[in-house]
């Protein structure tokens, strides 16, 4: 049930009574099992290119039901969530333009918002409908196997709305991923981009390149045997969708050039200090990183094997 | 005990009566607790310039004593275990040219080996009872506290040993990390320091780097609180000793420089690659990693949060 009762036990309406997933992966499968777990009383449908995703969505009780046509998927919903990578959602908003009923809301899952407000603004017929939002929450794996109902738990759901929005909207997919656990947050699309292009793609980024140098590397020395348990930490990103991450890549690439070009600014100085034998400018940058990571990014309580 | 039965039942002397530990902090006050844990019937002795770390070990019944004068300290010790950062080293080794006795075992634990191989062939007047030693363990912890009996179990112990290096010594430091919990491998000294720029420092480097660049970023754009499950994860290296990896940075240079110009390229590929937005190309060098990380290196079982 995810009827509201008021103070004075007055029952609302609930706040969706059918949701289409389009793209029933890791993202919108847990969406679909948390508002489940949380009781919401509605109907999911699946919607994707690969049918046999959406059998397996409806065997594991994610969807009620699916379609291989976008326009019978969508019939009848009051909210379409489109959870595919980032790079398919211009071409799922195309196909959504034709089909889509006035009062539907739809709102997407991407971890880019300037390029997909941008896909929305060129698709969709009724931009007031539209609330771009972002959870920031995943793990390495992904495919319709991996959801599971506590993903977005204590997680923020960041929303970058357009100044169109209706906040009708904005309340209907805010009180979705409340009930889904995750804390509402909004953001400005162009500081969006920025800051997950610092805190979430580069990292991304930096650790499959890593483990690429290290594939490089390998091949005249093997040397991945030697590879221990802060290595294998390091590196768990670099397990996560190649296809997520390429279109990330390609859709905020200003971002995160920029980012990139930071991070070499830092190798950089920190080549000198070496070249140099620079051991005071070496420990001062290691210092800062090290009192960066351990006051003002949330630890975990464990201490882990590291080298 | 330390005494080992023959086949027989026939009982062997203990590996060693004393150890001396030079440098009670993580690495060396864990290998004396895992040894103690084994049931080793041995005395350790702590010495070091910080005597209320000298102090502490002895409260937290690491050492069965300590001094500050290290004739005192390895008077009487089968084995003096070097455990500072690589920096200190070739100085204890100094310090003990003058007062290591004429069958005591030298053995280290530094990240580096030919550097450290170097500072021995200068100080230490028997360089055939010198065994240089890596145990292939540690958290992002430092310091005595930091200590715990089970860090090596299951972990792998490299020895570097020079061609003058004797095998009764070997043997000695061998069964001392055996007892430990480690497994021991034997590995050519610029071997060892090409495969650990590339499999540990590195990493360790890139973590620290990252986290500065974010630092810098951090002064004009607030964003660290939206640095979530995944990159905390990636960083927590970063926590790690800043002077332990000064060291390591100053006494591994060549080998560590080649492994960032490595990275470096793999960087500039990839923003080749955004900049032509070759998509394809991108999802390449993510798939090679993604297929190294899955099948190449050593996996936790629980996904964990990424982004």
């Not at 969406?31 to 969505?57: H, S």
């Not at 009708?168 to 009930?179: D, E, G, P, Y």
């Not at 290595?231 to 890549?249: E, G, H, K, L, N």
């Amino acid at each position: 049930m995810n009827d509201q009762a008021t103070p004075s036990g007055e029952m609302l309406a609930p706040v969706a009574e059918q949701i289409t997933i389009i793209g029933v992966g890791l993202i919108g499968g847990s969406f679909a099992l948390a508002l489940r777990e949380a009781g919401a009383d509605c109907r999911f449908v699946g919607y994707g290119r690969n049918e046999a995703t959406l059998v397996r969505a409806c065997e594991l009780g994610i969807t009620d039901r699916y379609s291989t046509s976008i326009e019978e998927a969508v019939s009848g919903s009051d909210v379409v969530m489109v959870a595919t990578p980032v790079g398919a959602i211009d071409a799922v908003f195309n196909d959504l333009a034709d089909v889509i009923g006035p009062d539907t809301v739809v709102t997407d899952a991407g971890s880019v918002k300037q390029s997909v407000i941008t896909a929305a603004r060129n698709r969709l017929p009724i931009i007031e409908n539209f609330v771009p939002a972002h959870p920031i929450a995943g793990t390495e794996h992904s495919g319709v196997e991996a959801g599971f109902a506590s993903l977005y738990h204590g997680k923020k759901l960041i929303l970058t709305p357009l100044k169109e929005t209706s906040q009708q909207a904005i309340n209907k997919v805010s009180a979705l991923w409340s009930m889904a656990g995750a804390s509402i947050e909004i953001m400005d699309p162009q500081r969006h981009d920025q800051v997950f292009a610092a805190t979430s793609h580069l990292p991304h980024i930096l650790a499959f390149t890593l483990v690429e140098t290290l594939y490089r590397m390998e091949q005249k020395d093997s040397l991945l045997r030697y590879a221990a348990g802060g290595f294998s930490d390091f590196t768990r990103i670099a397990s996560s969708d190649p296809v997520m991450w390429r279109d990330i890549c390609l859709h905020n690439s200003d971002s995160l050039l920029a980012v990139i070009d930071g991070l070499q600014d830092g190798l950089d100085t920190l080549i000198d200090a070496i070249k140099q034998q620079d051991g005071k400018k070496i420990e001062q940058l290691f210092k800062i990183a090290k009192d960066t990571r351990d006051f003002k990014i949330l630890n975990d309580a464990q201490p882990k094997e590291t080298e």
